[in-house]
């Protein structure tokens, strides 16, 4: 129906009073509280499967803390 529509988690209604919203604002990162992200941003310079690797250990992790070791 919308071929420039490929969203599938949204209705078209939802899609486009996502418009309405207005401005967003984004604000730089505080890399303090969030030390990660200078890994995550390293792993993007990195290249090549690096995302996908640093992805892979953060799944891991979470199973890991999940399963209380």
Request: with cysteine; charged share 20%.
């Amino acid at each position: 129906m919308f071929p420039w529509f490929s969203c599938t988690c949204l209705t078209v209604v939802e899609y486009l009073l996502m418009f309405r919203m207005g401005d967003l604002t984004f604000k730089v990162p505080d890399r303090a509280k969030y030390p990660s992200m200078n890994l995550s941003y390293a792993a993007g310079r990195a290249g090549g499967t690096m995302t996908g690797v640093l992805s892979a250990a953060n799944e891991r992790a979470v199973e890991l803390f999940l399963d209380h070791k």
